[in-house]
Structure formats: structure tokens, C-alpha cells
């Protein structure tokens, strides 16, 4: 049989190996075949039953990752077919998997903000990064921080443990410390030479202009009054959201080079046909809702009466306003409760009427209370009936009714019924309806342009796009879907950008969301699912001042104060995290998502499990699991471990730890080799909030822990390690990592970051005052840095060493396959540098010694100079750096030189391990990676690739023939063993509340 055979896949013919399955061709042939059960490490398996393809004259489909391909074989790998059966698998799957693809205060935020991912940089101390997630939904913090109703609370699941989480102070706090230290600039792509006008500066246009600035397009905002913000600057009073602040983050989205032209409305200076004639792309109408509401009683628009939003607006601009002594302001609203403490400001008795009880008031609890506290009069059940004129025209009386509650109306509130024989004349100076507005549409009215309008004056859109009736024309906030929160509007603002940039492009403007599962809205939850699991704390908030100093000298100043940061970082770490850890990157949301599965198909029963977090590195989240079965089987099979099997049968089979012991006690070694071959997120790292979950960005570098040197994918964002896999498909070691190369992260930013280091001048001298000096060094440092120990040693006419192990070291095995090589090293390098290997309690002669990545049992009477992770009892420290701070070289077992990439920057107290030696050395002109590899090649001909290492190659071949040694573990192995032992690792550990 030929060891080549031809198919046809997907109408092309293709030359594949024989005996290669469906899968392994298609992929090398550019074709993605879904699979969950799959991994190269790995058997064919055919479990989940995704990867199904149609094969012409088969009895039905086939699993491409365990069907070899056949001469003359005709495969199809989309088809209609294909997609149901494969939709279908997703379906049943989904029927029984429990968790939140996202956190319920995200899902519940009209801006979809990544709260949970926000909320856990300030748990670690990093507003700066804080800040950079919100904006990149919502450019408005600031403002949001201070005024937003904050939904996202009312869905907070630690309110049912004991309070919501204070998700709008966290973000206040974040913003106003960005503004204080330098407001974010986010990057904006290249010119794309399009031009798009936003009609309305309020917060809906602001947010569309960021966004769509960021994309490249330019962009002029049309504002009518003279200062851009809209609502929260003509409608909410600067006590609550001071106009500096607010001035200030409009100034960060002028600043991406925002073209502004205020005082120029729709319909009198500008059309919406002549933006079209002068060149614009696209329009978004973002004009608000500025009309106020008629009350609908006789005589509401006589003189002494006047609309909520217009009052506000007024006296913003400092309009003339007859106050009088006293007012009434009619609404239940969070704009009747700013209208009411603006009156008490202006010197006002101020009576507020509401024709519901007070627990049928839309206003905030929060807001009621302080307009009370500032000496408003609330009368509730009472309705205005008519404006009573006195001889001038002007009202002077407001005749009201008394109300009682009859049946819930089309909002669920129960219908306020007057009460016959109940009216009565109250006297007023000035009367304030503010029960709602509309938006102002007579401006588009004799536009040639103009779009369709509702009964209800707003644009006829598209929810999901903005898209208009009128071509090339989208509407977004108020004027869209009618008065509604100013955070609604951002995320209105931010979709419309991602609309028109669409648009723009040509493309379909689809917006496709993805897929998100959810354990359901917290009234549908029990509380003794989630308070018996934390320690109840008490919620942390702004503080409100006392009404007596919110009302001094005028009371125009902010009324409350927000968090510092040690209480900001308090509350942050009240979050229950909720959504999930693997959002990112979770092949069922992909694929759920891809082919638009629905977990409601099928209904039933779903199995639920707690949460297994007994192990101190490797959480088990059974409700996510799929059963695939590849955890239990990369574990026995490629591992030889066995620490996890399937648990009971049936539908009630499940993976676990075996015998449900905690996973530590099982011979797990916590090479997590489980979590990368899960595609659900059910087994994943038990590491908080350290790492978010963001989005993360992906290095491949060589692990440097043992003599392996393993490929790494290591995820960073914001300057923090998020997680460590192993690179699919890696030449070395079957492309499995060990403990130390998946978690060794941990160990960033210890304690050594606390250390004094001594300075190179203190340490020059005492290597200047050396009678004999050795320098030992860990086998696993770089070539750089190993060069740079030989460079310094011979400076000062001294000696190279390494420590050896015992002998039999190298004859040993760890348990399981692929696991770390303890105690092993290629030497080669050291050799070629005179290097001498130093036998256990072999004692030094030198009155001085250096010791890079490496300690000795007893260094009396001698001084030391250390370069380690930690320090001892030294003369002279400096921090070792780790290695996922390091630029390097490393030379394994199998004589391949593996490119160590810095995938993090350097702390200020970490110094280059090769630049400090030379620097020590005297040889600053080899401080350079370039300057030592060029100085080694020339002295080690068969190191002269290094020269030039190829670009994106992690590996390459040396010319050192290796040359295996046992050796002692280093400092950071040390180190390492250590964290594991004080987290736990050998421990057992119980679920109960008392751990």
C-alpha cells in the first residue's frame, strides 16, 4: 500500500499520509475541526463527538479525530449535516453544565463592564489597570462612579453571603485616581480617512466618539448648548458630580483628537442631508432627551411653571429662574430629587409630591434620604389636578388630590386611584414638574434625511446595531431606546461605534454576542448555596456628609467622599469572583457561540457539585465538567500518575480525585497537564484573584527549572503573570510542563522585593580585597549569565564552580512520565569554562565567594557576596532575578540552545544577573546580551549560532555534545519547595469553613 493516498476534502483533492486521521489532514491542510476530547498527547478518543464529519458513502457521520483517511475517501467537513450533529452534541453537553460564562454584574451592567476582571486589579493593588478595563466599555468612570444607579449591585451574589459588593465606589475610586495621576490615552489605529459626525455631546455621543477614534475614524461632535456632557452636565447637580472632574475626563476623550463645534444644534445651523454633502461617512444621532414632561393639567404651562430638566438646565447656565420661597416639585425621579435639592440651594421651602407610597418611588433609596435630610418635604399619594393663576396669569396655587393604590399597572406598580372630595390648594412661588422627558425631534422634522420616528418621539432603530431606517444614519442613548440611565447610554455609544465601524469597512453590520450560560438571577438562588462558603465581612461605601456640611456656604461642594485605597482594596477583596475563570479562552463558549447552541434545548435535572479547592494549586469545578475524560487520561497516560479517575456511573459519572481524597494525596505533582487539556475550565488553576480573569497576552519561553528546558506559554497582562500552559505541539518533553514551570510565577514580587541590596561599589570592594576567590554558580543560569560568572572569576584570578549531587541521582526517576528532572544538568558550557564541579560537603579554600543561584552548607570565616532569590547571611545581596524576567539562553539535556524571553519587565530592585557580574567584573563593555554572546562564540566556536538567533524559534541546535551531570537543586529550586510547602501542597486539606 502506498504510504501517500488521495482524497477529496471539501471539493478539493488532497494528497494525505497514510494511516494520518480525517483530523490531523484537515488541520494540515488549513481546515479547523471543533473537538473538546482531542490532544496530540494523547489516543483518538471520539467521546465528545464534536469533530463528526460526513464521508460519502459511510453509514452515517464519523469522528475525524479517530477515523483514518482511506484511498479515493470524499469528506465533508461543514455541511448542513455536519453542523446540526455537531450543534446537537454542544446542546446536550450544555443541558448539563452549570457556572456563569461571565459574572452576573457584568451580564446585568448595560455597558458590560468586566467588573470581576476591574474589581481584582484593585484587589492587587493596581488602580492604573483598573481604570484601562473600564474604559475599554465605558470612557465615563468618573462620571459613573458618582451618579450611576448601579444595577450591577442589585445582582451581586455576595449579597447573598452578607451585602453587595460597593462595585460603583471601587469604580469611582479607580477613576478619580487615574485623573490624579495622569489620565489613559488609549492608542488609536492608523488614519482610515473616514469621517463620522456625532450629533449630541451628552454621554451616548462622548462614548461613541471614543471608541470610533480608537478605530482610526475621524470625528466631529455637533453639541447645541455651549458645553459638551449633555444630562450629566445640564441635569445633574455638580454637588453630586463636580464639574472639574467631569470636565476632565471629557478632556481625555477630546485629547484622541475629537473635533468639537458646540453651539451648533440639528435642524437650525446643520442638517443631517447636509453632514452627507459635506463629506461625512456616517452620522450617529445621539441628541438626547431634553423636553420635559407635561404634568396634562390645566394651566401647566402658565408662568411659574416650568419642566424639571429645564429648571436644572437653567440654572446651570445661570439663567434667570424665579424662585421664590417656596416650591413644589412634582415626581418620584432621581431628576425631581436634584430639582428639590437645587431649589433648597437657591433658598427654597421645597415640598416634593408623589402620587405612589415612597416604596413605589423610582429615585434611589440613597438620593430620598439625603433630599429629606436636606429639608425637603415629601407628600406622598398626592397628584396635581391643575395650576391655579392668580390675576397676572401666573400660577400661584397647585390644586392636588389625594390618591390610594388600586391594581399594578403595565410597570408592576400598583396604579395610583384618586380619592374623591379630596382636593385641596397649596400655595407656591414656582412649580417643577419633573416626571420625565422626551426627546426633542422637531429639529429633524424638514430634514430630507430624516429617519423614522416612534409614537413615543424616539429614532426607529436596530437594539442590536443602532442602525436607523436611514442609510448611513445611526441613533444611540435617549433619543434611542427613550430616557434611561447615563450607563445605558455609554454602552449604547460604545455599540454604536462598533457599528459604524462596520459600516464603514463595508462589511455586514452584525453584532454577534457571545454565548453565556448563567446560574441565574440572584432571586433564583439560595443563600445557603453561597453564605456558608466565605467569612462574612461588612460592606465598605462612600462616605455622605452630615446634611448640615452639605448644605454650608451655599452647598454647591461634592456631598460625599470616596474610598482610599486600603479601603478600595478591602472591598475588592469581598468579590466572590463568579464568573468564570476560563471566559477567555473555553472551547464550549467558543464553539457554543460558533454554531449558536442552546443549553435550553434539552431540559432536565442538573447535577451539582461544590467546588473542590482542597488542592492548593488546582481547583476542580465539577458543575463545568463535560466528562470528556481527557483530564483523567493525560494524568494515567502520559503522565503514568492517576491521580484523578471517573467517579460513580451513568449520569451521575463524574471526575474526581481518586476516591474523592484531596487531589494532593492522590501522587498528584501538581503539573496541571489536566487544566490544559480542559476545555471548560472545569479543572483550572486555584489562584484567585492574582489572575483576573483578563485577557491575556501569550510569550513562549524555556522553562530553566530543570534540564528539560520545556516550552512555556505564559499569559501576562497588566505586568502580571495570569497563567502558564505548555505549547502544543513542543518538540521537548512531549510538549508537558511540571509544577515548578506552570506555578514558579508565584514567586514573583516575594519578599525579596523588601530586601536592602547592597550596592555594585560595595561588592567591587570586597572582591577587590580577595585573597582567593570562588564563584559557584547554579548549572541553570543562562549562557549569558554562566559566561559572565566565568568572566568575573577570572578578572580576579579566582575559580568557577558547581555543585554536584549525588551520583546516583541521574539513575533516578520521578514519579510519572515526563516529570521534572531533579538533580540533573548538562554541564557542557561549565566544562568548556574550567568550571569544577564541587562535591557535596567538599569544603573551599577561597577566602571569598560569590554564589549566583546557588548557596553552600557552610561559608564561615569567609566573606560572601549572593545573587539570589533570597537572602542569607551575606556581606553583600543583590535579587536574583527570576527567570520570567530573564533574557537568555538555556542549554538542555538533548544539547538544544532554548530562547529564554523576559515576558515580564524588571522591578526596580532586580538587577540583569549578567549585567551585574560584568559590571563586577569591571568588563562593562560586555554589559550588552549581543557584546556576550559575540565574546563567548569567539571563545566556544560551537556556541556560534548564538550570534544570531533565529527569530521566532524557541529552539536550535548547539554544537556541545551534552554532557549529563547530577547536580544539587539551586536556590530557586529551594525556594520553590518551600512556597509549596507553606501553601499546603503535602497537606490535607478540608472544605469546611473552619479552613
Sequence with gaps: MSDIVTITLNDKEVQASAGATILAVAKANGIHIPTFCHDDRLKPYASCFLCVVEVEKARGLLP???????????????????????????????SDHVGDC?????????????????????????????????????????????????????????????????????????????????????????????????????PAGLSAAYYLRQMGHAVVLFEALPELGGMVRYGIPRFRLPWDLLDNEIQAIL?????????????????????????????????????????????????????????LRKVVLKEPVEVGKKVAVIGGG???????????????????????????????????????????????????????????????????????????????????????????????????????????????QKDSEKPETTRWNTFVYDENTNVTTQEGVFAAGDCAFGPNTVIRAVGEGQRAAKAINLYLAGADVELKNEYAISLGRIEELEMEDFAPRYTHKKRV?????????????????????????????????????????????????????????DEKRFTGEKRKYNDDTRH??????????????????????????????????GFGTRVGPNFDDPLQLTGCDACGMCIDVCPTGALAPNTGKEAGPWVAMDTITTCTSCSRGCGLNVGT???????????????????????????????????????????????????????????????????????????????????????????????????GEYGKKTGEANVALLERLQATGLKKGEALSADTVLLVGTEIETTDGK????????????????????????????????????????????????????????????????????????????????????????????LCKSGLEPVLKSVMPDSREGVFAEHLKAIGMYEHKCQCSCS
Design 64 to 94: 475525524a479525530c479517530s477515523t483514518q483517511v482511506m484511498p479515493g475517501m470524499v469528506i465533508r467537513t461543514d455541511s448542513e449535516k455536519v453542523r446540526k450533529a455537531r450543534t446537537m452534541a454542544l446542546e446536550l453537553m450544555l
Design 717 to 815: 497582562a497588566e505586568e502580571r503573570v495570569v497563567r502558564v500552559t505548555s505549547v502544543d505541539g513542543d518538540p521537548v518533553n512531549n510538549a508537558v510542563i511540571c509544577a515548578e514551570g506552570r506555578f514558579g510565577y508565584q514567586l514573583l514580587g516575594g519578599k525579596e522585593s523588601q530586601v536592602d541590596q547592597s550596592s555594585v561599589e560595595e561588592a567591587r570592594e570586597i572582591l577587590a580585597a580577595a585573597g582567593e576567590l570562588a564563584v559557584v554558580i547554579s548549572p541553570r543560569l543562562t549562557i549569558e549569565q554562566t559566561y559572565a560568572a566565568a568572566r568575573l572569576a577570572r578578572s580576579f584570578g579566582g575559580k568557577l564552580f558547581y555543585l554536584l549531587g549525588e551520583d546516583t541521582a541521574l539513575e533516578t526517576q520521578e514519579r
Design 616 to 649: 492548593p494549586l488546582i481547583k476542580i469545578e465539577g458543575d463545568k465538567c463535560i466528562t470528556c475524560g481527557s483530564c483523567v487520561r493525560v494524568c494515567l497516560e502520559v503522565r503514568g500518575i492517576g491521580a484523578l479517575s471517573f467517579i460513580d456511573r
Design 863 to 954: 566573606k560572601v557576596i549572593e545573587v539570589n532569590p533570597s537572602k542569607g547571611n551575606a556581606d553583600a545581596y543583590f535579587v536574583l532575578s527570576h527567570p520570567l524576567r530573564t533574557e537568555g539562553i538555556m542549554i538542555n539535556r538533548d544539547g538544544d540552545l532554548g530562547i529564554v524571553r523576559a515576558v515580564l519587565p524588571k522591578s526596580d530592585h532586580e538587577h540583569d544577573c549578567h549585567m551585574l557580574l560584568v559590571e563586577l567584573a569591571g568588563e562593562e563593555s560586555l554589559a550588552g546580551l549581543d557584546a556576550l554572546r559575540n565574546q563567548l562564540a569567539d571563545e566556544i566556536e560551537e556556541l556560534s549560532m548564538i550570534r544570531t538567533p533565529e527569530k521566532g524559534k524557541r
Design 541 to 597: 461605601e462612600d462616605t455622605v456628609f452630615p446634611s448640615e456640611e452639605r448644605l454650608k456656604d451655599g452647598g454647591w461642594d461634592a456631598i460625599n467622599k470616596g474610598l482610599d485605597e486600603m479601603q478600595a482594596m478591602a472591598e475588592a477583596s469581598r468579590c466572590i469572583e463568579c464568573g468564570c475563570n476560563a471566559r477567555f479562552d473555553c472551547d464550549l463558549r467558543k464553539y457554543a457561540t460558533e454554531y449558536g447552541a
Design 334 to 444: 432621581d431628576t425631581a430629587m436634584d430639582c428639590a435639592r437645587v431649589a433648597r440651594r437657591l433658598g427654597a421651602e421645597v415640598t416634593l409630591l408623589y402620587r405612589r407610597t415612597q416604596a413605589e418611588m423610582p429615585a434611589l433609596p440613597m438620593e430620598q434620604e439625603e433630599t429629606m435630610e436636606e429639608g425637603v418635604e415629601f407628600r406622598f399619594l398626592t397628584a396635581p389636578t391643575e395650576v391655579v393663576l392668580d390675576d397676572t396669569g401666573r400660577a400661584s396655587l397647585l390644586r392636588v388630590i389625594s390618591m390610594k393604590l388600586g391594581d399594578p399597572d403595565e410597570s408592576g406598580r400598583r396604579r395610583p386611584v384618586p380619592i374623591e372630595g379630596s382636593e385641596e390648594d397649596l400655595p407656591f412661588d414656582l412649580i417643577i414638574s419633573a416626571i420625565g422627558q422626551d426627546p426633542d425631534i422637531s429639529c429633524i
Design 102 to 202: 461571565v459574572a452576573p454584574c457584568e451580564a446585568t451592567c448595560p455597558a458590560h463592564i468586566d467588573i470581576q476582571g476591574y474589581i481584582a486589579h484593585i484587589a492587587n493593588g493596581n488602580p492604573e489597570a483598573a481604570v484601562r478595563l473600564i474604559k475599554k466599555s465605558n470612557p465615563l468612570p468618573v462620571v459613573c462612579g458618582r451618579i450611576c444607579p448601579h444595577p450591577c449591585e442589585s445582582q451581586c451574589r455576595r449579597g447573598l453571603v452578607d451585602e453587595p459588593v460597593s462595585i460603583n465606589p471601587l469604580k469611582r475610586f479607580a477613576a478619580e485616581y487615574e485623573l490624579q495621576n495622569g489620565a489613559f490615552l488609549p492608542e488609536t489605529a492608523p488614519d482610515t480617512a473616514k469621517r463620522v459626525a456625532i450629533v449630541g455631546g451628552g
Design 255 to 311: 485629547d484622541l483628537g475629537v473635533d468639537v463645534q458646540t453651539g451648533k444644534k440639528l435642524g437650525e445651523d446643520f442638517t443631517i442631508a447636509s453632514l452627507k454633502e459635506d463629506g461625512f461617512d456616517a452620522v450617529l444621532l445621539a441628541i438626547g432627551a431634553h423636553l420635559a414632561k407635561p404634568m396634562r393639567v390645566p394651566n401647566d404651562e402658565a408662568q411659574g411653571v416650568i419642566g424639571g430638566i429645564d429648571f
